[in-house]
């Protein structure tokens, strides 16, 4: 399996990502599953004028190279290219870019859905986002650690 992880300040280029991956795997994949998040304008009501992201190198990467072997483990992958920005970003702005092959569309979209459900809670990141009002660092969400807690439980319909 080919694995790339990126932490970067940079803009993410969707369309060279896409377009590397062809040049790697012409013709051996069957399907590719692409998540691209983005900055929220709107929190717990309250308007959200950036996000700045932390990470300490090295332990951010390991950190997201175990979310993608356990990926690996339960899926059969051909590629993963996860692609992270840091630094303070306005919203709307490209926050993350997953992208997944495998041979069949099932694998590739569950694997997708799972790294991002990992990269929100077992990523090695700090993020503090500013209103008009306050500034504040945030945590996972209930809703992120419910997400990732629910793949714990085995799925019956998994293909290996």
Same mark, same amino acid.
């Given at each position: ?6 932490? @970067? ?11 590397? #991956?062809? %040049? ?8 590719? $599953? ?7 304008? @709107?929190? $717990? %009501? ?14 951010? /990467? ?10 690996? @483990? ?13 630094? /303070? #970003? +306005? ?15 099932? +694998?590739?979209?569950? +694997? ?16 503090? /986002? ?8 945030? /945590?996972?969400?209930? @809703?992120?650690?419910?997400? $990732?807690? $629910? ?10």
């Amino acid at each position: 399996m080919h694995v790339s992880v990126r932490i @970067q300040e940079d803009d993410i280029w969707v369309a060279d990502e896409y377009r590397a #991956l062809r %040049d790697r795997m012409p013709g051996t994949i069957g399907a590719i $599953a692409t998540f691209i998040g983005l900055v929220r304008d @709107q929190q $717990a %009501d309250d308007e959200v004028l950036s996000l700045t992201i932390e990470h300490y190198p090295g332990m951010t /990467e390991q950190s997201i190279h175990t979310i993608v072997e356990s990926a690996g @483990q339960r899926w059969p992958l051909d590629d993963v290219v996860i692609v992270h920005r840091v630094g /303070e #970003l +306005a919203a709307h702005e490209q926050i993350v870019f997953v992208q997944v092959a495998a041979g069949h569309r099932a +694998a590739a979209f569950a +694997a997708c859905e799972f790294l991002m459900d990992y990269l929100k809670t077992d990523a090695v990141f700090w993020k503090r /986002e500013a209103t008009p009002h306050q500034t504040r660092w945030l /945590e996972s969400s209930a @809703q992120d650690e419910s997400r $990732a807690r $629910a793949w714990k439980t085995p799925d019956p319909t998994e293909q290996n």
